[in-house]
């Protein structure tokens, strides 16, 4: 038994992440305000958490956790990945998705995003900065043993495919990909919470 838990929610598409252009709208109940500021706090900790306060056991220079940070007018889709296949989707207005990872392909997917971003630690510098992107641009965090590590383009550039940052962008995609093709499983056709399963 497992338990996604969802946070109510307003958002609205990204241009460059058709995967998610269907997602529908969810109103933020009046006692649930604050729901923007939980998002932040859980994308927070696995930019800060230790690997093994989280129960994962890592080797020396590699990736185990991937935050990817698609932000657009009006707010951020943030996308984290670990190594366990945890797999979660934290929106900047409020709510998400919790526990996508439970699912074989979703976990599966996750842990080819982190791989790559392992594949690709020599073109990623040290994190500056965890605020999110500006509008247009995805930005990617990588953690490992011993440093965060970012990176940051244009989803224009990164979705046509040249870019260096390119195979990353997709395997991310692939993740949120995963999770909606788990939810058209279900039935629901889109990303969505389910409570008890």
Not at 153 to 166: F, I, M
Request: glycine share 10%; aromatic share 6%; charged share 20%.
């Amino acid at each position: 038994m497992h338990t996604i838990v969802w946070i109510p929610m307003v958002f609205a598409a990204i241009a460059a992440a058709a995967v998610v252009a269907a997602l529908s709208r969810r109103e933020i109940p009046s006692d649930d305000s604050d729901s923007g500021v939980v998002t932040e706090q859980l994308r927070s900790q696995a930019l800060f958490a230790r690997a093994g306060g989280i129960g994962i056991k890592t080797t020396p220079g590699e990736a185990w956790a991937v935050v990817m940070d698609s932000a657009y007018d009006g707010g951020c889709i943030s996308l984290v990945s670990l190594i366990n296949g945890s797999t979660s989707v934290y929106f900047s207005s409020g709510g998400g998705i919790i526990g996508a990872g439970t699912h074989e392909p979703v976990a599966e997917a996750s842990l080819a995003f982190v791989r790559q971003a392992g594949a690709i630690l020599e073109r990623l510098t040290p994190a500056s900065s965890t605020e999110h992107p500006s509008a247009g641009h995805t930005r990617f965090l990588v953690r490992t043993d011993s440093a965060l590590l970012s990176a940051e383009a244009r989803e224009r550039d990164l979705g046509q495919g040249s870019h260096p940052l390119s195979e990353l962008f997709y395997a991310g995609q692939n993740v949120i990909a995963a999770i909606r093709q788990r939810d058209a499983t279900a039935g629901t056709g889109r990303l969505r919470a389910i409570e008890s399963r």
